[in-house]
């Protein structure tokens, strides 16, 4: 027995020798016995700090709060291989992650075998700094040291995290061009702000902040609850942001996940604690933004976790992330078509392997252009956490494969909450940066497009050869940024003789189907509408509102039209007697009477009008521009007039509430003179498409 306590005693009589040379002094009293007191207190502080980060299963390390105590305990023993330990493995689960490398080296350095996943924690650490190289060779170490029979998921997990080095070694080299700005202080302060979602015209921003004065005041380790705030941009600021509303900030957990592309129909995050978490939508109303609303059983499930959503610019098609089963691998972006007859959304599929992977996918943003899509997924070539990937749906519904947006934006630690303005340059995310105003901000991201060479032009280089130095004129090629095939028209939908806004419908047409794509509504208070236009279509569009007469648009976008933004606003007309409007979307071929199939939504419009004002007798008109003959243009206008109103009559509407008149080129709106001085051809093609137009006038009531 005597020799058994006497192997043990030289057991650790050796362990102290080893920490002693490498320079680790244990936290224990007979290293510090001439600082008792200070000893007592600093072990104090240890404890306390220890409690916080060693908790038992179903409770969450309070890593914030721990690092002050332990820090204090440091100050007294900085030599502690242990200590030094744990203030790492607080440092990198907080939002001081990039101090924990100094204290996870500082371990190694007191103490090599200070915990055997030691390399791990030090190649993360140098993974955080871009210092990928140097984190591959402690990857390595640490995996070596493995016993792939009894270590499989930490052989997985190491093995992680040595392809996304190596992807970050090949996106550092290759560093996207970009400006990367905080939005100011009406946006961020010291507290945590992030997950924006924003308007297609960058007029409006929704977020979450974890901010104090929140509704749910009630503190969770260290943070407050999180709240949704909004701000609106005037004349190019953002204006201070405010708390969204009673009605969707609630003593829990809220956050924004989503936002229509009119900013009219915002989805959040509410964890109501019946389930696991989730998706609930607000719309606009005229009193303010409207109490939640759950999304349904084909979408929240009492067994799953749905953290995440985007809705398609027509509003039919549902994007959200979900941990339910039949994925591909843990969260996954799922869809859902809203179901026009059961009016609710429909049963839920997975969107696609090529995006969904055995990692988890989160963070989807459905671009306004129907096209593009941006998530964040921790699988592809991520260079660590969360990285940015960009992908693009085919017409024949399958999807490219996501491509990584890049190096700066994407880092080696989460980037996610990524959306995209209408335009295709401007994003917004969340960021942890050292220049920021507290933990993460919300940035704007600038995309810059190719470099530019500069060409230095010859005859100021001459020049300098001669003469005293000079300044040199630098000439820039001019450098196309990728944009997207897009139109927004947004303006504000007002009543014509008193100016006021007008709550009013926007229908969305395709002339060449005759379908209506979707139905919209502008704000109930300000008036204004937006309405997104993705490329290869022809669109009617045509404004509603009850005692108004209707107002057209009609916006013929080919392909690969770039991006464009109309401000449009509409002053609607009351029904009465000799008021007037342009029929937008009626159509004839070059030259000829003969209504094209296009023409179908627009006349079904007008007819549902008549029907629905049963004594209201009306004049069609036919209107051409100044090209050709008088004559041939009058005679070419009567007949169009009649085209419609033969429609009209076959449809039931007595000819004796019909009038059709043609007046050619007699009542242009664009003058000649005006369209003279245009300088672009498209822009004086415009105003001779403004002069061909079908009118109708309402004679009596």
């Given at each position: 027995m005597k020799k058994i306590i006497l192997t043990f005693l030289m057991?650790?009589?050796?362990?102290?020798?080893?920490?002693?040379?490498?320079?680790?002094?244990?936290?224990?009293?007979?290293?510090?016995?001439?600082?008792?007191?200070?000893?007592?207190?600093?072990?104090?502080?240890?404890?306390?700090?220890?409690?916080?980060?060693?908790?038992?299963?179903?409770?969450?390390?309070?890593?914030?709060?721990?690092?002050?105590?332990?820090?204090?305990a440091y100050a007294f023993n900085p030599k502690s291989a242990d200590l030094c330990f744990k203030l790492g493995i607080c440092e990198i689960n907080s939002s001081y992650k990039f101090d924990a490398l100094h204290f996870f080296q500082e371990a190694y350095h007191l103490?090599?075998?200070?915990?055997?996943?030691?390399?791990?924690?030090?190649?993360?650490?140098?993974?955080?700094?871009?210092?990928?190289?140097?984190?591959?060779?402690?990857?390595?170490?640490?995996?070596?040291?493995?016993?792939?029979?009894?270590?499989?998921?930490?052989?997985s997990e190491v093995t992680k995290r040595i392809m996304e080095c190596e992807s970050g070694i090949q996106l550092l080299e290759e560093p996207v061009r970009v400006w990367i700005d905080n939005l100011g202080s009406e946006i961020n302060g010291k507290y945590p702000e992030y997950a924006g979602v924003i308007s297609a015209d960058e007029s409006l921003i929704i977020y979450t902040s974890r901010r104090e004065g929140s509704t749910g005041e009630e503190v969770v380790n260290g943070s407050y609850m999180e709240d949704i705030y909004i701000s609106n941009k005037v004349g190019g600021k953002w204006m201070q942001s405010v708390g969204i509303s009673d009605r969707i900030n609630t003593k829990n957990h809220d956050a924004t996940v989503g936002l229509s592309n009119d900013g009219q129909m915002l989805f959040t995050y509410y964890d109501s604690g019946k389930n696991r978490g989730d998706l609930f939508y607000s719309t606009k109303e005229i009193d303010g933004w409207s109490k939640l609303e759950d999304l349904g059983k084909n979408i929240n499930n009492k067994d799953t976790w749905e953290t995440g959503a985007s809705i398609s610019f027509d509003k039919k098609t549902l994007y959200f992330v979900s941990d339910r089963e039949g994925g591909k691998g843990k969260r996954d972006i799922w869809k859902s078509n809203w179901d026009e007859e059961k009016s609710r959304w429909g049963e839920a599929t997975n969107l696609s392997a090529t995006i969904n992977t055995a990692y988890d996918e989160v963070g989807i943003f459905v671009h306004p252009d129907g096209k593009t899509f941006y998530f964040s997924s921790g699988g592809h070539n991520s260079m660590g956490g969360f990285d940015i990937f960009k992908t693009?749906?085919?017409?024949?519904?399958?999807?490219?494969?996501?491509?990584?947006?890049?190096?700066?934006?994407?880092?080696?630690?989460?980037?996610?909450?990524?959306?995209?303005?209408g335009n295709g340059r401007h994003g917004y995310y969340s960021s942890f940066k050292a220049d920021g105003y507290g933990e993460k901000d919300i940035y704007l991201i600038t995309f810059l497009g190719e470099e530019k060479i500069p060409l230095m032009n010859a005859e100021d280089n001459l020049l300098a050869m001669v003469a005293k130095p000079v300044t040199e004129k630098v000439v820039m090629p001019k450098v196309e940024v990728q944009q997207s095939n897009l139109a927004i028209l947004k303006g504000v939908i007002r009543d014509e003789k008193t100016q006021k806004p007008l709550m009013s419908s926007l229908e969305l047409v395709d002339n060449s189907l005759g379908v209506i794509i979707q139905t919209f509504k502008s704000d109930p208070v300000s008036g204004r509408y937006l309405v997104s236009l993705p490329s290869g279509k022809n669109y009617g569009?045509?404004?509603?509102?009850?005692?108004?007469?209707?107002?057209?648009?009609?916006?013929?976008?080919?392909?690969?039209?770039?991006?464009?933004?109309?401000?449009?606003?509409?002053?609607?007309?009351?029904?009465?007697?000799?008021?007037?409007?342009v029929l937008r979307n009626i159509f004839f071929d070059l030259d000829k009477y003969t209504l094209r199939t296009e023409s179908k939504t627009e006349l079904e419009r007008l007819n549902k009008l008549l029907i629905e004002n049963p004594t209201l007798k009306i004049e069609l008109s036919g209107h051409t521009d100044t090209r050709g003959s008088s004559s041939h243009n009058k005679t070419l206008s009567e007949n169009r007039a009649k085209a419609v109103v033969e429609y009209l009559k076959k449809k039931g509407i007595s000819g004796s509430r019909l009038i059709s008149a043609g007046y050619g080129e007699e009542k242009t709106i664009v003058s000649d003179a005006d369209i003279a001085k245009m300088i672009s051809k498209e822009d004086k093609e415009e105003g001779h498409q403004q002069n061909r137009r079908t009118e109708f006038k309402i004679l009596s009531k």
């Open positions: 057991a650790c009589f050796v362990n102290i020798s080893l920490s002693q040379k490498n320079g680790d002094v244990p936290f224990e009293k007979e290293f510090f016995k001439e600082n008792k007191a200070e000893f007592k207190e600093a072990k104090k502080w240890l404890q306390e700090g220890l409690a916080l980060v060693d908790v038992p299963d179903g409770f969450y390390p309070n890593y914030k709060a721990a690092i002050p105590l332990l820090k204090r103490k090599p075998n200070v915990d055997r996943m030691i390399h791990y924690y030090i190649g993360f650490s140098k993974q955080l700094h871009y210092a990928f190289d140097e984190a591959l060779y402690e990857y390595k170490l640490y995996r070596n040291a493995l016993n792939p029979a009894t270590d499989a998921s930490k052989v693009t749906l085919n017409d024949d519904g399958t999807f490219e494969t996501p491509e990584n947006i890049g190096f700066p934006v994407n880092t080696p630690d989460d980037d996610v909450h990524f959306v995209m303005a569009i045509a404004v509603k509102s009850n005692g108004y007469l209707f107002h057209s648009e009609n916006f013929d976008l080919p392909k690969a039209s770039g991006y464009r933004e109309y401000e449009k606003n509409v002053d609607l007309k009351k029904i009465e007697v000799g008021k007037a409007i």
